[in-house]
């Protein structure tokens, strides 16, 4: 179901984020049952319509984005469709609180060989940054270290990226090809269904 707002709503969210979201050209959200919930915001949600919770994670990915990115911004370097960012959420390592995957867009992050995406704490600090990773992300069911194998897709294949106790390695496409079968066994974020939010 599409919700309509009024014009004055509308032109009121575009001047607080400053971006023009004609840009954001999305499908209908797909669902996947998993134990943990994962955040998959309809494509026509607005943040009118976010919870609390949904809410609060979009200001603290704005607030790391704009903080991780202040020179840039500064010098203005970062272009508007750069400016924009989807979000998931999954427990990582079994502690009840949720990492935070922050998939980046346009050519300041996205290139040839995929995107920079980035891996939060529940709290907000950076543990991984991603690069040349293609969306959507895959979390295994396996694990190393205490917290669930990620399975990236970046130069063509699948790569099995497993923690290291601080990190995950950041490069995927220099990391073990995955060959078994991983639809069916693992969980996907940062679908192409998934909102983009302006920071």
Same mark, same amino acid.
């Given at each position: ?20 979201? &004609? ?12 134990? +943990?919930?994962?955040? !998959? ?31 840039? *911004? !500064? ?12 979000f998931f959420e999954y427990d990582l ?13 346009? &050519? ?9 995406? *980035?891996? *939060? ?19 295994? +069911? ?13 130069? %063509? ?9 601080? !990190? ?13 079968? %991983?639809?069916?066994? %693992? ?13």
């Amino acid at each position: 179901m599409k919700v309509q707002f009024p014009v004055v709503g509308l032109l009121s969210g575009m001047l607080l984020f400053g971006c023009n979201s &004609s840009e954001n050209k999305v499908n209908s959200t797909d669902t996947v049952a998993t134990e +943990n919930k994962s955040t !998959a915001i309809p494509a026509d949600a607005t943040a009118n319509t976010l919870s609390k919770a949904d809410q609060k994670t979009v200001d603290l990915v704005k607030l790391k984005l704009t903080t991780m990115f202040k020179d840039e *911004l !500064a010098k203005n370097l970062i272009d508007t469709p750069g400016r924009k960012f989807k979000f998931f959420e999954y427990d990582l390592n079994g502690d009840a609180k949720k990492e935070i995957f922050v998939g980046l867009t346009g &050519s300041n992050f996205c290139g040839s060989g995929g995107c920079t995406m *980035l891996l *939060l704490s529940p709290e907000g600090e950076l543990i991984t940054r991603f690069t040349v990773v293609d969306y959507p992300i895959q979390i295994s +069911n396996t694990m190393t270290k205490g917290w669930k194998d990620l399975i990236l897709h970046s130069n %063509s294949k699948d790569h099995l990226m497993k923690f290291d106790g601080k !990190a995950y390695p950041a490069n995927p496409s220099i990391q073990p090809v995955y060959t078994a079968n %991983s639809s069916t066994s %693992s969980v996907k974020g940062l679908d192409a269904s998934d909102q983009l939010y302006t920071w």
